[in-house]
C-alpha cells in the first residue's frame, strides 16, 4: 500500500469488552448473557464502516507495543484499515472500553482511553512531518475527529495551519466528553455529530428535540450540526449566509440489539453519502438508515 488513504479517523482505536443480556438489566442486575472482544474506539468504528463502503481510511491514534495492541492493529489492517500512520506507544499499554448492554439500551460503560491522552500530540505528526502533510501543504481530505482527544489538544487543531484545508467531522465520543469539544464549535470547517444529551452539554440548556438541539447548535456559532435522539427524529442543522437551514427525518423503527457504535456508524453513513455526491436530505437518510441496520443486528459489526 503506497497512496495514500481516502480519509483520516483521528482519535480513539481499542479493545471494546461487550457484555450483552437479552432481558432488561438495572444497576446490580446478575444476568447471564454474552461477553465479546472487538475492535472499537470511535476512530476505529468510523474506519470500519467506511471500508464497508468501499474507503481505504486510515487511522491516527496511539496503540501499545503489546500483545492486545499487535491483535488490534492485525484485524485493523485484515478490515483494509491503513495502519501506516500511527504511533506505537513503548511505555502505555493499549487502550479499552467496557460496556453493559440490555434489552433496555446501555447500561453502563469505562472507556480506559488514557494512552491516547498521554500520547497528545505525538499522533498528529504524519500531518506534519510530510507524511500526509505538513503547515505548507496540509491535508485537504476529510478527518473524521473524536472527543476522546484532551480539551488542550482539541484547541491545538482548531487553530492548527495543519488543519486549515481539511474538511473536519468530529464526534465526541460520549456525553461524559461533550464539553472538550467547545474549541471546535466555532471552527468554519467543522461538522458535529451529537445526540440529544451532547448537544445539551454543548449549549449548557436542555433540548426537547433534535431539531431544536440543531438550532441551538446553530446559534451558539455552529456551522453546521447533525443531532441524533435514538428512536426519534434527527436533525441536519446548517448555517447558509446569515441563515440557518434545518432538516428533520424520522429513523426507521427496527428492533434494537445492540447500542455500542451506532452513532459512529451513523457519521461514517452520512459522511459516505456527501462525498459521492447525495444532497443534505438523502444524506440524512442514508445515514439514519445504517444507523438502524447497524442497531438491528443486520450490519455487521
Known amino acids: 500500500m503506497t497512496d495514500k488513504p481516502d480519509i483520516l479517523c483521528v482519535g480513539s482505536v481499542l479493545w471494546d469488552i461487550i457484555g450483552r443480556a437479552s432481558v432488561h438489566m438495572r444497576a446490580g442486575s446478575d444476568v447471564p448473557g454474552h461477553i465479546l472482544r472487538l475492535p472499537g474506539g470511535v476512530a476505529m468504528n468510523i474506519a470500519m464502516t467506511l471500508t464497508r463502503f468501499g474507503l481505504r481510511p486510515a487511522i491516527l491514534t ?3 507495543r503489546d500483545s492486545q495492541g499487535a491483535d488490534l492493529i492485525a484485524e485493523a ?11 506505537r506507544s513503548d511505555d502505555l499499554p493499549t487502550d479499552r472500553y467496557m460496556a453493559i448492554e440490555g434489552a433496555n439500551g446501555l447500561i453502563a460503560a469505562i472507556a480506559d482511553a488514557h494512552s491516547l491522552e498521554q500520547a497528545g500530540d505525538k499522533i498528529l505528526r ?8 505538513s503547515a505548507a501543504a496540509p491535508w485537504s481530505g476529510p478527518i473524521a475527529l473524536d472527543g476522546n482527544l484532551t480539551q488542550a ?3 491545538e487543531i482548531a487553530r492548527s495551519p495543519l488543519f486549515a484545508r481539511a474538511d473536519l467531522r468530529v464526534a465526541p465520543a460520549s456525553p461524559g466528553k461533550a464539553e472538550r469539544l467547545a474549541p471546535l464549535l466555532r471552527h468554519p470547517r467543522t461538522t458535529l455529530y451529537v445526540n440529544l444529551e451532547e448537544a445539551g452539554i454543548l449549549c449548557q440548556r436542555e433540548f426537547d428535540s433534535a431539531e431544536a438541539a440543531a438550532r441551538g447548535l446553530l446559534a451558539r456559532g455552529a456551522t453546521r450540526a447533525l443531532v441524533t435522539d435514538g428512536g426519534k427524529a434527527a436533525a441536519d442543522g446548517a448555517r447558509i449566509g446569515d441563515e440557518q437551514s434545518v432538516l428533520v427525518a424520522d429513523p426507521p423503527a427496527v428492533m434494537v440489539t445492540r447500542v455500542t457504535g451506532a452513532g459512529d456508524t451513523f457519521m461514517a453513513a452520512h459522511l459516505v453519502a456527501e462525498r459521492d455526491g447525495a444532497p443534505r436530505a438523502e444524506a440524512l437518510a442514508c445515514a439514519l438508515k445504517a444507523a438502524a441496520r447497524y442497531v438491528s443486528g443486520e450490519m455487521a459489526i
Open 77 to 87: 489492517e485484515v478490515q483494509g484499515i491503513d495502519c501506516r500512520y500511527l504511533y
Open 153 to 155: 489538544l482539541l484547541s
Open 62 to 64: 496511539a496503540i501499545g
Open 126 to 133: 504524519p500531518l506534519a512531518d510530510g507524511r500526509l502533510g
